[in-house]
């Protein structure tokens, strides 16, 4: 999946990722905020590219993957599963291409239907209602299941644990939902309460 020319993001993105880690070893409240949000920057330059007016591509078998040479939403399906997804998203991200993953598991008895996302160490899972054609499913759909992929991440944040504890939860399920604009925020805003502390 190379290409002579990865989109501009990507130097931006992983640049930030380093820099994250190692304001995060150091204790760099600021610095860390700073980075977090060049790193949200980045990304959404990402999904901006990815928003490209193309309808959602399903993947449901690994070969399809070895032929994607161009940006968009993909939605991985079974028998693939999250891990499949990740793998998929990382491929992209290291061939320069924009492109944003979800991952969705077979139907419940209900009729709803499981998202799930593996983050450093984490895994999220919700349940959305199933697209009215879940052959194709519409960017409409596929975006509104990863804005509540994230709400969910948000909404399960322990307010009762330590600042800390709360930026390292935020801060390990970044690659889970990498378009939640949220959920960035939040972790600036513990940087910033930290930093306060730490005068």
């Not at 330059?45 to 959602?56: L, P, Q, S």
């Not at 599963?81 to 290291?94: F, H, R, S």
């Not at 709803?112 to 959305?128: E, F, H, K, N, Q």
């Not at 930026?167 to 889970?176: C, P, Q, R």
Request: charged share 25%.
């Amino acid at each position: 999946m190379s290409r002579k020319k990865r989109d501009p993001w990507f130097k931006a993105e992983s640049n930030a990722i380093v820099a994250i880690d190692s304001a995060r070893a150091s204790d760099n409240w600021e610095v860390l905020a700073t980075e977090i949000d060049c790193l949200l920057r980045a990304r959404l330059e990402r999904t901006k590219a990815a928003h490209n007016g193309k309808r959602v591509q399903l993947i449901q078998n690994t070969e399809e993957v070895e032929t994607i040479r161009v940006g968009g939403r993909y939605l991985v399906q079974p028998p693939l599963v999250a891990k499949d997804a990740a793998l998929l998203d990382n491929a992209l991200k290291m061939g320069g291409v924009s492109g944003v993953v979800a991952c969705r598991e077979p139907v419940t008895k209900l009729g709803l239907c499981p998202v799930v996302a593996l983050g450093s160490g984490v895994t999220v899972r919700i349940r959305v209602e199933e697209p009215k054609n879940p052959k194709k499913p519409t960017c409409t759909w596929f975006d509104h299941a990863l804005e509540e992929l994230g709400d969910h991440v948000v909404e399960q944040l322990n307010e009762n644990s330590t600042v800390q504890r709360q930026l390292d939860y935020l801060l390990a399920h970044f690659s889970a939902i990498p378009t939640h604009v949220g959920a960035y925020r939040a972790a600036i805003e513990r940087c910033n309460t930290l930093a306060r502390q730490s005068v």
